[in-house]
């Protein structure tokens, strides 16, 4: 089986839009940022906090995150709307590139899942990104992500009562300073967390929509092939999940972590092979431009100069990648555990000890 060429551009420059389309999301959260900005503003100026009892300190409490939770619920409400109805949008993409990549003389039409089947498999299949969030459902995600911003503002207040700072000290501790351009206060994290979320759950309602489509013809799709991006910044999951293949009803999806770009082709049965000069896209040392299709992630890197090399990996895995005198395959293999998730340098270093000998680390 190969991975045809009209599905891999036609799937590569649809994530590119994505990308776009995470973008736009993300500018969404803008106006209700301005709108918790000003209520914690109107609540901690009526009064001034040192006069406050701890009894008169919990109703404000309660009040301000009453505000916010409600704050928060229509930004939540807006943000499921738009998933289901990307969901949607990439459940129909999958099914009519399928239906384009179809050899000449082969007739065929991908199934395309019903409205029903993509939103329960967006809203009942677990994230595949590792670590804190991992295997939660999407609901949950979102919701784990706005509790926490609540208690973050909570906090902010109730230590600033406790420490006797003044109110213009806690609103300035949630705003941040115009000195530094407001990067400094709780909502600038806020603001930071609420672009990841957004994007890290398009990704996975873009990958779980895809996938319906193509369960849906299982006659012409049996395993998906894994897309990293190649530029340095690439994570470390991903780099080696670059090319690696899955049976479609088996095996994690991206996003394999917050912010992950990785996307999957399908590999149908159709016999197209990669055209000669099939290439793909990849930001290298010379900036942007097109290589060979067949090249994974850690082929590609190694064409790359050893100052680009460490930038991608850091110095230290930078070293072991030249000097190591391990394979790519191996190289690759080495950076997961068998559930996908990243290796220490010591727990690396516990499975090839010569090759970090040879590397001299
Ligand atoms: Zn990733």
Request: charged letters at 25%.
């Amino acid at each position: 089986m190969a991975v045809n060429q009209a599905l891999f551009d036609a799937t590569i420059r649809h994530a590119v839009f994505l990308e776009q389309l995470k973008a736009g999301e993300v500018a969404k959260f803008g106006p209700f940022l301005k709108e918790i900005d000003r209520t914690i503003r109107n609540q901690l100026t009526q009064a001034d906090l040192t006069d406050y009892n701890q009894r008169r300190l919990q109703r404000l409490l309660d009040e301000v995150d009453s505000l916010l939770l409600a704050i928060f619920q229509r930004y939540s409400d807006q943000l499921m709307l738009d998933l289901i109805d990307i969901a949607m949008y990439e459940a129909q993409f999958e099914a009519s590139s399928l239906t384009r990549a179809a050899p000449v003389g082969i007739t065929f039409d991908a199934a395309v899942p019903g409205v029903a089947a993509v939103r329960a498999a967006v809203l009942s299949s677990p994230l595949s990104v590792r670590g804190t969030d991992g295997g939660k459902l999407l609901k949950a995600f979102i919701k784990g992500w706005t509790n926490a911003e609540r208690e973050r503002v909570a906090g902010a207040i109730r230590q600033g009562f406790f420490e006797g700072q003044t109110n213009f000290q806690v609103i300035r501790n949630i705003r941040g300073t115009a000195a530094a351009g407001y990067r400094d206060g709780i909502l600038a994290t806020t603001n930071r967390n609420a672009a990841t979320v957004a994007r890290t759950a398009i990704q996975h309602v873009a990958a779980q929509a895809r996938m319906e489509t193509i369960k849906a013809n299982p006659d012409v799709v049996r395993e998906v092939e894994m897309v990293a991006t190649l530029d340095s910044k690439t994570s470390q999951t991903c780099r080696s999940m670059d090319k690696r293949r899955f049976p479609v009803n088996s095996g994690p999806r991206p996003p394999f972590h917050p912010n992950c770009r990785t996307t999957f082709v399908p590999v149908t049965d159709w016999s197209e092979m990669f055209s000669e000069g099939a290439t793909r896209a990849a930001i290298g040392d010379n900036g942007a431009g097109q290589v060979a299709a067949s090249l994974s992630y850690y082929s590609w890197l190694k064409r790359q100069p050893a100052a680009f090399q460490d930038q991608a990996l850091g110095p230290t895995r930078g070293k072991l990648f030249r000097e190591g005198g391990l394979t790519l395959e191996r190289f690759s293999e080495l950076q997961l555990d068998r559930n996908f998730r990243p290796l220490t340098l010591e727990q690396m270093k516990g499975l090839e000890p010569l090759a970090f000998e040879r590397a001299g680390i």
